[in-house]
């Protein structure tokens, strides 16, 4: 069984600061991770994947996210938050890609001018 | 079609009436997923069907909820006796089936109201 948890349900930061949003998973095999983004009245959008391979992943619109297997984690990382960037994020895991995602509770980025 | 295409994309209904989503996924991919997103929450798995294989029905709320596949592609949500509780946006998403990673693509959702 796969299960995800994303630690802080609101996260806000100033324009142009770090942005970091936390994802730990629980998984009794090698795990798939996934980043999706759900802007304001839109569908979600995948922003990245870990499948095998590199740990660290570079997605859409500057977000990149590092596996670390030691820590059971997939944080979701940018360097210099946008405005754009305000949405609400969801880290998913999968047993493999054929297997059903099972989604954290989310985390809703607000970004402060 | 391009995306995942769910109907309609609003449905207001009454307390005790049933009520049917549906989703087209996209062509060819073998997977397609129900979630609901109710306010405040996040994605609540509902039911997985993966090509011919017995879906898995391990997340639907109660027997209230069912939902079907016809010919490997659409697939139709019904809840019937409706409740409040069930006021939510529902989502399709569909995947393709390889050796590779696959992603999942998201359809707008239907967003249903029990009044």
């Known amino acids: 069984a796969q299960s995800v948890t994303q630690l802080g349900s609101h996260v806000s930061v100033s324009e142009g600061a770090l942005v970091l949003l936390r994802c730990n998973y629980s998984s009794s095999v090698p795990p798939y991770l996934f980043w999706y983004v759900q802007y304001p009245n839109q569908g979600l959008q995948l922003l990245l994947k870990y499948t095998t391979g590199a740990t660290l992943v570079k997605g859409i619109n500057g977000f990149e996210a590092e596996f670390k297997k030691s820590e059971t984690s997939f944080h979701l990382t940018k360097p210099s938050a946008h405005m754009s960037d305000a949405a609400e994020y969801f880290c998913?895991?999968?047993?493999?890609?054929?297997?059903?995602?099972?989604f954290g509770t989310g985390t809703r980025l607000t970004i402060i001018p | 079609g391009a995306g995942v295409s769910q109907s309609p994309s609003n449905k207001v209904t009454e307390k005790g009436k049933d009520v049917e989503l549906r989703c087209d996924p996209i062509s060819g991919h073998t997977a397609l997923y129900w979630y609901r997103q109710s306010l405040g929450q996040g994605l609540e798995f509902l039911i997985y069907?993966?090509?011919?294989?017995?879906?898995?029905k391990s997340g639907l709320p109660s027997d209230r909820f069912s939902a079907e596949r016809t010919g490997g592609s659409v697939s139709t949500l019904t809840i019937q006796r409706t409740q409040q509780e069930d006021s939510a946006v529902y989502l399709c998403a569909s995947s393709s089936f390889g050796t590779g990673p696959t992603e999942a693509f998201f359809g707008q959702g239907t967003r249903l109201t029990v009044v």
């Open positions: 998913a895991v999968s047993a493999s890609g054929n297997e059903k995602l099972t």
């Open positions: 069907f993966q090509g011919n294989s017995a879906p898995d």
